[in-house]
Structure formats: C-alpha cells, structure tokens
C-alpha cells in the first residue's frame, strides 16, 4: 500500500512540476482593449509589377507595445498601391498578419494611404483584423498606423524603411 502511494505522490508531483502553467491574462493584456506603441521595420517594393499594377510593397518589422506587461511581436504587410488621388495621396490596400508576443496570429486587410514627398513621407493604414488563428477567443478590432515611409540613401534602391506609432482597439 505504501508503494502505490509514493507512486502516486511521485506522479502527481512530476506533473504538476511538468505542467506548463496557462492563465489568460497575457492573452487579454495583448488582445484586448487599447494598446499604443511604436514599429519600426522594412519595405520591399516593385514598380509595375505582375502582382500590383502600380506598385507592390511588402512591410516586415518589429513592433514595441507602451505597456511594460506586452510582449513586442512582429508584422508583415502586404499591399498594392494605386495611383495617385487628387490630394497626392497615394491608395493602398492588401493584407497583414501581425505575430503576437504570445505567439497568437491576426490576420486581416489593410487600406490607407501613401503621402510621398519627394522619396519620403507620411502612410496612414487601417489594418481591420478578421481572423486570430490560435487565440482562445476570437479577436477583433482595428489598428491604426501612423509613420513615415523613407527610400533614401542608406535605403538599397527598391526598398524602404519605416517607422511610427500605432494604437490597437481590439476586443476577444
């Protein structure tokens, strides 16, 4: 009888110091509510292109969350940008998956605008999220991206660098 319980204590004690921990507070801090930071990263773009009649950029980066308790996590978005509008704003929409610090994925499109000036200026995008693969919940919501956009030297030609802020409503 006294082995069957030690067996049992040994058992129970090894998973409960193998078991990872979960709890869903990570998950809300990240995913829910408003969330403010900053991005900085990359452009890849060509001209006339068989994907994009006008232009084709890829963004890729990093992103930073103000909150201390949120992890940074990564971005790609993919657009097409059209020609210009009366006010020299330059269209674009596409899509983005942004890897959260935990690990979960949204996914969603983007549309906003591209201002250059000259080889530089401001983008103003929209990414509205319509999927969250691996989230317990569902997540939905929108991220607006306020930056600038550079294509100057030390910027090889074809590519860009940007960086700027965002602020995340997102609700699970």
Known sequence: MRRAARAVFIVVMALTVTSPVTSAAPVASVVSGTITGTFEGTGVYETLGPVCPIIHEVFTG???PDRPQDRNGTYEVDVCIDNPNENFEWPLSGTFEIVTGQGYRLLGTA???AIPNDISGPILVTLTVTDSPGSPRPVRGTITIDGITDQSYPAPVGT???SG???ADLHR
């Open 165 to 167: 802020t965002f602020s």
């Open 111 to 113: 549309t906003g605008v």
């Open 62 to 64: 990093t992103y930073e």
């Open 160 to 162: 860009s660098v940007e």
